[in-house]
Structures are given as structure tokens and as C-alpha cells.
């Protein structure tokens, strides 16, 4: 009920017009009721009113500036009528030239300048600027108005600056006579600014001036060299460096520019500079100082440190692009970031580096030194040339032998090397090291002192590298008479050897330390990996360049040696590894140092050594099956790529593309890089037993690779290393590969060998196999007419098999198979085996004869085909060492050496780690080795007498038919006579080409094949005479109670229960007790086929040494089975006889013949 004061009770009539409702709690037609819609409508509310607001206040401004504006440009155009009346006095006109006449005093002219400065607009008032110039010119060139002084300098950077921001923004619209006037007034007033002008102003000073277009060039080449006398000019010509110029500006810049102030100014500006700009400074800075200055302290330090951080980011020897300077920047560098290419532009300019004389003037030392101390300028002068070898490999040995050769204007008496060892010496690096190899790590990532003496450590370590290969075994003994040598102290070389040991050990077995960790780098390489180890190992996606986040691409990447730019871990060990290894061949060839020097056994716990080795052997197995599964698919693409990799572009898109093929390069090298250093982290046992194998014992080693080789049969054999185990078990099973079952695979190993044709039977037979020859084969041998043999192979006819085999393949002087061929295999003066130089030659000569040429396709089969029978000859040896099966068979040393490939890098079975040396040489031809000598240590003046050139003969063909072949043993060798400057180059391209070069194809293809059974990480725990002892045994004496107690019996003779021997038996022992060492070494080969025993003991002798009879009767002589070293020895009653018997069947060379 509503209630009134009238009495009514009814509501009146409410009428509303406003078309809001009367309810303040009421929400609007078609709108929520909520609290937050009420609260957003105030918000709108807000916003509407500020933007209110805004408007008025922007209005505001607008009217305000704009007044300004036009009280100003009222207010310049009053100056300048103000300033035009004055200036119309300035001038006079003789006839129709006007002449500029200079201001009444210096006051005026500054009241003039002050004025004019006050309105001056770039592009309104640049003819007023030059006007000024003009009559300024003219007024300083007065006596009484010399205009200089501090508030002149600053006038004369006002009127600079004034002329630069004209350049910037007028240029295009003046007259090309006010362009000259403006260039003009620019050069007279950076002239005189001195001081005043800063390293900004510069900057701006020539951006302005490389950016104009069409100017007149004697008033730009003017206003280019103008401020040049001012050392701040130089900062900012600095920065304008680091951009592309056009080389027309360069060559005007050159004439006058001051390369020590620029060179300072180049030091002195910051790191942190992207590689596109450190590129363009160091080829603009070559263009600039020219080789002229190459030797300056200021130009070394500068061009040293740019080159040294571009080491690993730019890609010296890759083709130059013909693209110009801003093309080539914008086009390529804009856009790759690792592996920069070089423009012809760049290339011309930084391989102009690589010059004879610089180089060899690099380290002029005084010769009132005593060098026991390390100078600032042989730190300099040293990290210089390790830039450059870091950044020029190809050229490496070249700048090696420059700096060896050492300064062409001194006649110092101490060599290059002696001088850096004196200086290495005394380093705190080497002298820390030396005493403690604990302290490596820590002198590895330390500050600039260690810095300055590991550049002149590494110096040293690369001349004297290079020197090892030129030097001949009595010179480094120091026993040359009448010859200074350049050889350290024979003395001091024990000293260097243990600075390497500790510094070598600690690059290996801290790996893990020095590359992170091995789960740090473990999981930023397979960070995101969903399939396994592939992501990092290569089998995941490509990382396209430019992206930002290059994560697998730049993973673990290798430490700087103590921050030495370019300078890596990995190129110091390799470095360390090389020499090491070297001095240890040499030192087993003269045995210089103690025999227990080279040892590191103190550092390692040798009882749990060699377990802890094969543990690392088996897990990096795994590692290295699951990459290989992983990265197969990218290995293809790889391969793919490779034959247009290189193939360069010369326009803009195609040098860009060939760029990116070459980043993407790079970038898979990076990745191959962190997956080596992950596993080096995993197994620093393994790759000191694959560097530095010295650092052990060698019968530890070879306990290690029988080990090796017992883990592979293993894994091979499904666990059954028992020959006929094995056979048993594949009686059933399937193939492996699905592809053929256990009886096909089983008769894949068994072969008919015909006698005398074992080789090639063999060939034919068991080279499709491939690495399957490391299972057990079968032999059968088979006479003329097919008929098998009889016997029992119980093991021993693979044995005489095998032996068989290699007495055909390495005879040096048997016809090669039923052709005639030469043999495989030549021996040197000492009888020492390797492949027969000019096998392939020969072959290719014979065919030439029959009027076929090599490209034939028929002479191309054959060739392949002989190549193969060599790679199988590699198998076979292959296999003895994977039997522990020893061979009378003797190796040339530097062949061996090739085996081992020095430095233990990777499975590749090639000759890649071989480097030839002239003592190698030595052993192959005696006579062209001391011709060498004779060569090397003829005086100067007397070499070109030799009548040399870079040429050597080849004699080819088969007998009677023989030919000399002419080969150039570098391009244009022909015309390229020996002198006393490249005699060294001569020696290294000889002795290259002898050892090396010439037999490449044939001892490729043998290392093909023996790492296809023996894995040359294996082989390099062993140096040239350790190996040759695993194929032939031990020459020591022997040990007759070793072979006593390794002796299997059977028969008469065999040992009953009672233990004791048989009566003619120990006659036997009593006999081989008595006779000399060299008859029991050929009762062993009369037995087992070699002269030697195995290193371990008879017992690792494979078949073991047998003894059983063969009858009462002693008028028969002894006789054996070679192929299970077993002697068939009579019942003998007299030692006399039997003594009699044994030497007399031992001196007749007959086996089977006697029996």
C-alpha cells in the first residue's frame, strides 16, 4: 500500500523523458547488470576525457612549435640579409673573374662565422658556407692574419662539421663548381681543426666523404688526406675501415696515410667487433700499408691480432668469389656466419701475406743477446707466425722453412730454433711444467704472462717439428764436423721430452676437464634428441644458417689456448702428439735417452690399467654403432654434396650459394670436432694408448690388443671365439644380415687352394669377404688334378695357408701370378720389404706397349684389379695379427710407420698421418739420401752447380721394355731450378715423393685392407719396431724353459700320470739347452715357420709348440708340420744322434721331405 499525506493510496504516475532508467541500481536496455560493467564504463569515461585532454594539449604544442618555427625563419632571414650585406663587400671582379678577397682581421672574420652559424641550414645556406671558405682562405694566407690559436681550432671543427652535414644532405643539388668549393673548404678546415678534431668527428668526416657519388677527384683525394696529420683522424679512419671502400679510395689514401698511427688506432679499438668487420679491416689495412711496412712492430701487432680472430671463422683457402667490395658484403657476409669466403678483392690482399722476405725477416734477433731471456718483440714477432700458420696450413711448410732460413740482411751464428729454445727455456710455462705435470690445466686457461710464453713456446715447438723432417740422424746428434748445427743440445732434448710428456699426458687424460666434462658436452650434443645419439653425431636436421640459436652446430666447442685467438686445445695437442712422436722414433733408431724416460706410469694405476682400457674400448664401441646407425643417412647427403661443394659462383646469387654450401661445411666438421672431443672425454686411456702409446710399457700393450682383438671376436662370433665353436653354432643360424643362412656363410670361408697358386686362389676366393675374413676359414688344398689332400685340419692348415700366401705375395723377386707380373713388393739394400713403387706403372707401361691407352677402360680394370690384390695382401697380414699367427716376413720401417698412422686419428685406413722425413729415405735408397745430404750441406754459393730442378725420372715397365717417365715433383718443376733458398723445399718435395708420393696408390690400398681386419687405432699403440715384432716375434733370445713349459705332447711322448717326461723328450730339452741361440732359433723356424717367439711367451704361440714321435728308428732325421708347429721326433736313445739328427735336418731346410 503506498502511503500519502492525502489520503490516496495509489502510486502516482512516474514519466521518465531522459531514457535512462530511473533506478540508479538499474542496469541500461541490452547491458549486463554486473559491478564490472559499471566499473569498465568509468574506465571508458576516464579514457575519453584524458584523450580530451591530450588533444588540447597537442594542439597546444603544435601552435607553439609552429610559432617558433616561423619566429625563427623570420628571425634567419633576418641574419641572413644581415650577413649577405656585410659579405657584399667581398669580393672584386677583374674583368669576368670574380676574385674573393679575405676579411679586414681576424675578429671579423670569427664575427662573420659566429654569425653565420647562428642560421646555418645544410641546404639553404651551403653556398654562404663556401663563400666563408673562400674569403677564410684567403684571409689566413695574409701575414698579419694567421688565424691560429685555440679558439681557431675549435672554429675551423665548427666549419668542418658545417661542411660535412652539407656533404650528407645537399650534395645532389649544387653545381658541380660549388661541389669543388664545398670539398675545398672541407680540406682547409679539417687541415687546421687539430686537436679539436675527435675520433666522432672523423667517423662522420669520411662516412660523408665514401659515400659521395661522381666528385671531383683531385678536391676528394684533397679532403681525404687532409686531416690525416691528426692522430685522432685515425681512430675514426679506423672504424670507416671496417666497412668495404672502393679500392680506387684506397689507392688515394695510401699515398699519405701514417701506418704506425693507424696501426695504434687499429689496436686500440674494441674485440667485440662481428668477423664481417675484423675482415675488412685487415684487407683494407694490407691494401693500405702494402708490403713495404710488412715488418713493422706496430703493422705485426695489428695485422697479428686481426688474423689471429679470423682464424677460425674465416675460410682462407676456399676460391675467391669475383664479386666487388659492397656486393660481395651485402650479398654474402650479411648473411654467413661461419666459413667466410674471401672476394678476389680480400684474397689478393691477405695472401699477399704470404711473402719470403717479410717472413724471413720476421725474427731478426740482435745478435749481443744471449736469448735467456723472452723480449717483448720475439712474443710479438712469434705469435705472428703462429697466426699465420694457423691461418695458411697449405702454406705451412713453406713459412716454416722461411722462418728456419731466418733473416736474409743478419749473419747471426745461433739459429732460429736454438734462439726460441733459449727463450722457451726460460718461460715460467715450461719450467712449471717440467717439474709438475699437475699443474698443465691450470697454466692452459691462465693470463696474459702465460700467455706471452706459450707463443713463444709453440714457435718453437713448430720450427723445430719442421726440423726433425730436414735433419739426418747425425746432425741431430750434433756429430756434423765443420757445420753448425742447428739442432738443440742433445743434452737438452731429454729436458723438452719431459715437458712434452706432462704437457701431452694432461691434453689426453684431462680431456674431459679441458673440453667441460663428458656429461656436460654429452648433453649439449644431444640436447633434444629423440632418436638416440644421431641429433649430434650428424643424423638429425640441418641448422640453417643465419638462425640465431645454432645449438648442436656450436656445441662443446674446443678451449683457446689461454685465450690465444685461433689457438685451440686440439691444435696443441696435435702439435704436442707430432713432435712427441717423432723424437721417439728417432730416439728408438739412436737410443739417446734412458729406456724408462719415456714412461708416464707413476701416473696411472697400472694394476686396474689395462681393465679400465678395455671397459673404454667396449663403451666407446657402443657410442661410436649407435652413430654410425644414426648419422648413415647424412653421411649420403654428405656425399652427395661433395662434388658441388666447391664448385664456386662468380655472380651475386651464385657466390652466395657457394658460400652457404661452404658454411654448411663447416658446420658439419664442427659437429664431427665436438663428437671427437666427447669421445676422446669418455676414453682418455684409449687415446693415450692411440697417441702417445710410449707412455706404457709395450707388453702391456700388447696384452691390450690381444684383449682388443678377443672383445672384437666376441662381438663377431656371437661369444664363440673356438674356431669350431663357431662353426657349430652357424650350422643353423641365420646370416647376421638376414640374407644368407649359417651353412651359405660357412661356405663362404672354405676354399680349394691349388700349390703354388695360393695367392691367387686366395684372391679369387676369400676377397669378397671383406672384413668376414676375420672369422675362421677352411682350406683344402688340392693337387693338380683337383684331388684334395689328405689330413686333418685341426687349425694348422690355416696357418700354412697363410704362410703360403704371404711368401707368394711378398716375394721380392718371384714373377707376380700367371701373367708375369712384377711382384708386389721390393726390397730395400737391408732386405727390408715394401710395395713395389712402380707396381701400378709397370702395369699401365705394358698395356702402352700393346698400343692401349691409360684412360682405357681396360687399363683402368686392370689397374683397380691390381690395386685390389695389394688390399688383399693387407687382409692377409690383417689376419695374422688378428690370429696372433707369426710370419717370417720382415717391413720396411717407414712403411711400417704408415701402418700406425702417427697421431692415432680416427679409422681412416689411409697414409694420411704419415709424414716423410729424409731419414726414412735413408732406408729405401741409400745413394739418393746422401745425395740429398750433399745437396743440403753444399755451400751456398755451390748448389746451383748440382744442375737440379724440381723434376724427377721414373723408370717403368717389365724388363727389356723399360721407359723413364718425367715427373714434376711441384707445377712448373721444369723450369724451376734448386737454389740455396728452396734447396730445403727440394729435399722435402724428394723425400716426399720417394716415400710417399709414389707408391700412394698401391699402400693405400694394402692399409685399406689391413684395416679392414685390425683397426688402426689398434696399430697405433705400436712405433715401426714394436710392430714389426707383433708380426714376427721377439728377437730376443730364447727361452728355452718358456718353450719346455709351453710344449703340448702326443703320441708316446705324451705325459702319463706320473708327470714325467719321455727319455727321448728330455734328451730333446737337454739338447736345445746346449746348442747356441742361433741353432735353437732355427730348430723354431724348422718348426713354426719363424725365427722368432712371441713377445708374451710360447705361450700366446698359436698352435702351441707340439712334440710327438715317429717311430724306434734312429737313422730317420726329425721332421714337422709347420702348419701346427709340430716336430716328429724319432725315439732317440743318444744325445749325440739326436743332436746330429736335429741340426742336420734343421741346415736341410726340408719339412715333409724327410719323413
Known amino acids: 500500500m503506498y502511503q500519502t499525506f492525502s489520503g490516496s493510496s495509489r502510486r502516482p504516475r512516474q514519466i521518465n523523458l531522459s531514457g535512462r532508467p530511473s533506478n540508479p541500481f538499474a542496469s541500461a536496455p541490452g547491458t549486463s547488470t554486473t559491478a564490472p560493467s559499471a566499473v569498465a564504463t568509468a574506465a571508458q569515461d576516464r579514457l575519453a576525457r584524458q584523450q580530451q585532454r591530450d588533444r588540447v594539449q597537442a594542439s597546444a604544442k603544435i601552435q607553439r612549435t609552429w610559432r617558433g618555427h616561423s619566429a625563427r625563419r623570420r628571425t634567419f632571414g633576418v641574419w641572413r640579409r644581415v650577413w649577405d650585406d656585410l659579405e657584399e663587400g667581398g669580393s672584386k671582379q677583374s674583368g669576368r673573374i670574380v676574385q674573393v678577397e679575405g676579411y679586414g682581421s681576424e675578429e671579423e672574420s670569427l664575427r662573420q662565422l659566429r654569425r653565420l652559424m647562428l642560421f646555418y641550414t645544410p641546404k639553404e645556406d651551403v653556398r654562404r658556407l663556401v663563400w666563408y671558405g673562400g674569403r677564410q682562405v684567403v684571409t689566413s694566407s695574409h701575414p698579419g692574419t694567421s688565424c691560429e690559436g685555440r679558439q681557431w681550432t675549435g672554429a675551423y671543427l665548427r666549419v668542418a662539421r658545417a661542411c660535412v652535414a652539407a ?182 690482399q691477405i695472401t ?47 713459412i716454416r722453412m722461411w722462418l728456419y732460413l731466418g733473416p736474409t740482411h743478419t749473419s747471426t751464428d745461433i739459429g732460429a730454433t736454438r734462439y726460441f729454445w733459449s727463450a722457451a727455456r726460460s718461460t715460467t710455462v715450461l ?45 741431430f746428434m750434433g756429430t756434423v764436423d765443420g757445420k753448425r748445427s742447428s739442432a738443440i743440445p742433445i743434452t737438452d732434448v731429454a729436458e723438452l721430452v719431459t715437458f712434452l710428456k706432462n704437457l701431452g699426458f694432461t691434453l689426453y687424460f684431462n680431456a674431459a676437464e679441458l673440453n667441460g666434462s663428458s656429461e656436460d658436452i654429452g648433453t649439449a650434443m644431444y640436447a633434444g634428441d629423440t632418436r638416440g645419439l644421431g641429433r649430434h653425431f650428424g643424423g638429425g636436421g640441418m641448422v640453417e644458417p643465419g638462425v640465431k640459436n645454432m645449438g648442436d652446430a656450436t656445441a ?13 686445445i686440439d691444435y696443441l695437442k696435435g702439435l704436442v702428439t707430432g713432435l712427441l712422436r717423432a723424437i721417439y722414433e728417432r730416439d728408438s733408431r739412436r737410443h739417446f735417452l734412458k729406456g724408462d724416460h719415456w714412461l708416464m706410469t707413476e701416473r696411472f694405476d697400472m694394476i686396474a690399467f689395462i681393465p679400465g682400457v678395455v671397459a673404454e674400448e667396449e663403451s666407446r664401441h657402443l657410442v661410436q654403432d649407435q652413430e654410425d646407425q644414426d648419422g648413415r643417412d647424412l653421411d649420403e647427403d654428405e656425399e652427395g654434396e661433395e662434388g658441388e661443394r666447391f664448385g664456386g659462383g662468380g655472380g651475386g646469387g651464385g657466390g652466395y650459394m657457394a658460400a652457404l654450401r661452404m658454411q654448411e661445411h663447416r658446420e658439419r666438421m664442427q659437429r664431427k670436432a665436438s663428437r671427437r672431443r666427447y669421445l676422446e672425454s669418455v676414453a682418455p686411456r684409449l687415446e693415450i694408448l692411440q697417441n702417445m702409446p710410449f707412455f706404457i710399457p ?76 676375420k672369422e675362421p676359414i677352411q682350406i683344402t ?127 681412416a685406413a689411409r697414409e694420411s698421418g704419415y709424414r716423410a722425413n729424409i731419414n726414412d729415405l735413408k732406408l729405401l735408397d741409400g745413394g739418393l739420401y746422401r745425395g740429398l745430404l750433399a745437396l743440403k750441406n753444399a755451400p751456398a754459393e755451390q748448389v746451383e752447380d748440382f744442375g737440379l730442378t724440381f723434376v724427377v725420372d721414373d723408370l717403368v715397365g717389365v724388363e727389356g721394355h723399360k721407359e723413364v717417365i718425367e715427373r714434376e715433383l711441384v707445377p712448373g718443376g721444369a723450369n724451376m731450378g734448386v737454389t740455396a733458398e728452396n734447396r730445403l723445399f727440394y729435399i ?151 743332436r746330429e739328427k736335429l741340426l742336420a735336418a734343421v741346415n736341410s731346410g726340408a719339412g715333409f721331405d724327410l719323413s
Open 698 to 773: 709395450f707388453t702391456t700393450r700388447v696384452e691390450i690388443f690381444r684383449q682388443f682383438v678377443r672383445l672384437d671376436q666376441e662381438k663377431r662370433r656371437n661369444g664363440h671365439v673356438d674356431p669350431d665353436l663357431w662353426r657349430q653354432s652357424m650350422m643353423f643360424a641365420p646370416h647376421p644380415s638376414g640374407q644368407a643362412g649359417g651353412m651359405q656363410m660357412l661356405a663362404r670361408h672354405h676354399a680349394k687352394i691349388r700349390r703354388k697358386n695360393e695367392f691367387r686362389d686366395a684372391f679369387e676366393q676369400f676377397f669378397p669377404l671383406g672384413a668376414d675374413l
Open 352 to 398: 699477399g701475406l704470404i711473402d719470403q722476405n717479410s717472413i724471413r725477416n720476421l725474427l731478426v734477433r740482435d745478435s749481443r743477446s744471449s736469448g735467456t731471456t723472452v723480449g717483448h718483440d720475439a712474443q710479438l714477432l712469434a705469435g705472428y707466425a703462429l697466426t699465420l700458420l694457423r691461418c695458411f696450413p697449405r702454406k705451412a711448410d713453406d
Open 431 to 475: 719450467q712449471t711444467i717440467s717439474r709438475n705435470s699437475r699443474a698443465v690445466i691450470g697454466l692452459l686457461k691462465s693470463n696474459q704472462t702465460a700467455r706471452d710464453d706459450w707463443t713463444v713456446i709453440l714457435v718453437f715447438l713448430e720450427l723445430y717439428t719442421f726440423l726433425l723432417k730436414i735433419m739426418d740422424d747425425e746432425e
Open 167 to 348: 656533404l650528407r644532405s645537399s650534395w645532389s643539388g649544387v653545381d658541380d663548381d660549388t661541389q669543388r668549393r664545398l670539398l675545398d673548404t672541407l680540406a682547409f678546415a679539417a687541415r687546421r681543426s687539430g686537436e679539436a678534431f675527435t675520433a666522432q668527428d672523423a667517423v662522420a668526416y669520411y662516412e660523408a666523404l665514401t659515400a659521395l657519388k661522381d666528385a671531383p677527384s683531385q678536391s676528394l683525394q684533397e679532403a681525404l688526406l687532409a686531416p690525416l696529420g691528426s692522430p685522432q683522424a685515425y681512430a675514426g679512419l679506423a672504424v670507416l675501415l671496417a666497412r668495404p671502400l672502393d679500392p680506387a679510395m684506397l689507392n688515394v689514401l695510401r699515398s699519405s696515410i701514417n701506418t704506425t698511427a693507424l696501426c695504434d688506432a687499429l689496436t686500440q679499438s674494441p674485440d667485440q667487433q662481428p668477423p664481417r668487420s675484423h675482415l675488412w679491416l685487415l684487407g683494407n689495412l694490407v691494401c693500405l700499408a702494402g708490403p713495404a711496412r710488412s715488418t713493422s712492430p706496430s703493422y705485426i701487432t695489428a695485422v697479428a691480432r686481426l688474423l689471429g680472430s679470423l682464424a677460425e671463422t674465416v675460410d682462407f683457402s676456399s676460391p675467391p668469389l669475383d664479386l666487388s667490395n659492397s656486393s660481395f658484403d651485402i650479398d654474402v657476409l650479411a648473411k654467413v656466419t661461419t666459413g667466410l669466403p674471401l672476394n678476389t678483392f680480400l684474397h689478393e
Open 781 to 907: 688344398f688340392v693337387d693338380e688334378f683337383d684331388i684334395a689332400e689328405a689330413g686333418i685340419d685341426g687349425g694348422g692348415v690355416t696357418k700354412e695357408f697363410l704362410t703360403s700366401v704371404i711368401t707368394q705375395a711378398f716375394d721380392p723377386v718371384a714373377k707376380r701370378g700367371e701373367e708375369g707380373g712384377e711382384p708386389f713388393f721390393a726390397e730395400t739394400e737391408g732386405h727390408w720389404l715394401h710395395p713395389a713403387p712402380t707396381a701400378v706403372e709397370d702395369l699401365k707401361s705394358r698395356f702402352r706397349g700393346m698400343g692401349l691407352r691409360d684412360e682405357s677402360p681396360g687399363v683402368r680394370a686392370e689397374v683397380r684389379e691390381l690395386l685390389k690384390q695389394f688390399e688383399f695382401a693387407g687382409r692377409v697380414i690383417g689376419k695374422c695379427l688378428y690370429e696372433g699367427i707369426l710370419v717370417d716376413v720382415s717391413f720396411a720401417g717407414y712403411f711400417l710407420k704408415k701402418w700406425a698412422l702417427t697421431g692415432g686419428v680416427g679409422a
Open 988 to 1138: 722435402n718435395r724428394m723425400s716426399w715423393y720417394r716415400l710417399q708420393g709414389q707408391s700412394a696408390s698401391q699402400t693405400s690400398a694394402f692399409l685399406k685392407g689391413l684395416g679392414s681386419i685390425v683397426q688402426p687405432s689398434w696399430m697405433s699403440m705400436f712405433n715401426q719396431s714394436e710392430l714389426q715384432t707383433l708380426i714376427g716375434g721377439a728377437s730376443a733370445d730364447i727361452d728355452v724353459a718358456d718353450l719346455r713349459r709351453n710344449t703340448l705332447y702326443g703320441g708316446t711322448y705324451q705325459i702319463g700320470d706320473d708327470g714325467r717326461e719321455h727319455p727321448s723328450v728330455a734328451l730333446f730339452w737337454s739338447v736345445m739347452g746346449s746348442i747356441p741361440d742361433e741353432e735353437r732359433r732355427k730348430v723354431l723356424k724348422f718348426v713354426t715357420s719363424t725365427p722368432r717367439g712371441p713377445l708374451l711367451g710360447f705361450g700366446q704361440l698359436n698352435p702351441r709348440f707340439s712334440i710327438r714321435d715317429s717311430g724306434q728308428d734312429e737313422g730317420r732325421f726329425p721332421t714337422t708340420s709347420t702348419c701346427v708347429n709340430l716336430l716328429k721326433l724319432p725315439m732317440y736313445r743318444s744325445e749325440r744322434v739326436l
Open 556 to 568: 662443446a666447442k674446443a678451449l683457446t689456448l689461454a685465450g690465444l685467438p685461433g689457438l685451440t
